[in-house]
């Protein structure tokens, strides 16, 4: 097989629905060297059909059919084969802009750069938000880089941006709910110099069925394990950047606790009891971090006195802002994909 500019990977489990949309505005893309490689990861709906298809018409597409393992090794099982110069990722049940591919391709050439990144469009039943439209192009160096995915600056997905392969080549993904925000991580580390053009370009579908809107599960508790590893790397090899880590950390955690709460404390009793404790270790650290979210905050100022006046405070927050955070009654939930500080 011969090699690509650029490799786009895209892994699929039961996105029969969406996933031609998806795969035809990949194909629309104004540059035409790459190959776009379909992971189904055991989908028992037409799914693998339909990738199957797109395959026998256009021979830029190939289709790997695996058990379900999850969308980390749907992912390295893309990266196993590709070949491209530059990698890139894409949700199956989302649409790209026709120019994205090449407005990315265009910066990280023009500046030398290991990452691109562009804008989201973040596009929900009832509304749209922009990430970016704002004219703004920016370069990070490996510092910059890794504040800014800690700050909310850079998203902490991985379907607005691509990466030289030679530079992640030793970068897998691993099975948590953190996978796109570690992978990033690691990434930023291992690279020099990211480009961000903010002009809006990849659309991130909110379905009702979207991973996202998962209710509470282990995967919740599992994305701290990669929060602490983060935080272990920062204390060896950047310690400039512990803090940082730490104040991740802290919003994590205030999420998963907020979730319990809002589900059922007594449904998730150890893992209330982890996520309290997880917390009480920052309690000299927390007021005065640069990075904890405003509201987790007082969120946590209060809860450290009262526990119950939290809960009520929590309740009369997520009726009073219609919380994607907070209101598991209308099945929505926190956007870690997107932006931990939305």
Same mark, same amino acid.
């Given at each position: 097989m011969s090699s690509k500019l650029l490799s786009i990977i895209v892994p699929i489990y039961n996105k029969g629905q969406y996933v031609e949309a998806c795969i035809e505005s990949i194909l629309a893309q104004t540059i035409n060297d790459f190959e776009l490689i379909l992971v189904n990861d055991g989908s028992k709906d037409n799914s693998d059909e339909k990738c199957d298809n797109f395959q026998k018409k256009d021979d830029r597409v190939t289709v790997i059919h695996q058990v379900n393992k999850g969308v980390s090794s749907a992912r390295n099982a893309g990266l196993a084969i590709a070949t491209g110069t530059y990698i890139g990722?894409?949700? *199956?049940d989302?649409?790209?802009?026709?120019g994205m591919y090449e407005l990315l391709i265009n910066n990280i050439l023009k500046y030398s750069a290991d990452i691109s990144i562009c804008g989201v469009r973040r596009?929900?039943?009832d509304k749209i938000q922009l990430y970016g439209g704002n004219n703004l192009v920016k370069t990070f160096n490996k510092d910059e880089g890794i504040t800014g995915l800690f700050s909310g600056e850079i998203l902490l997905s991985n379907y607005d941006k691509i990466y030289k392969r030679e530079t992640v080549k030793d970068i897998v993904f691993q099975p948590a709910l953190f996978e796109d925000t570690f992978y990033n991580f690691e990434a930023l580390i291992a690279s020099n110099v990211t480009i961000y053009d903010d002009t809006i370009m990849y659309n991130y579908m909110m379905r009702d069925n979207s991973h996202s809107l998962a209710a509470f599960n282990q995967k919740?508790?599992? *994305?701290?394990?990669l929060t602490k590893r983060m935080i272990d790397i920062c204390a060896e090899k950047f310690p400039h950047h512990l803090d940082e880590a730490k104040a991740f950390d802290f919003n994590s955690n205030m999420i998963n606790l907020n979730m319990i709460l809002t589900e059922s404390r007594t449904g998730h009793r150890k893992d209330y009891e982890i996520v309290t404790n997880n917390l009480k270790s920052y309690e000299s650290f927390y007021a005065s971090a640069k990075f904890v979210t405003g509201r987790y905050k007082y969120g946590y100022s209060i809860f450290r006195i009262s526990p119950w006046a939290y809960n009520l405070v929590l309740g009369w927050y997520s009726r009073y802002t219609n919380s994607e955070h907070l209101s598991r009654k209308q099945k929505l939930a926190i956007q870690l994909p997107l932006n931990n500080n939305d």
């Open positions: 990722f894409v949700d *199956a989302d649409v790209l802009d026709a596009v929900s039943p919740y508790m599992n *994305a701290l394990i």
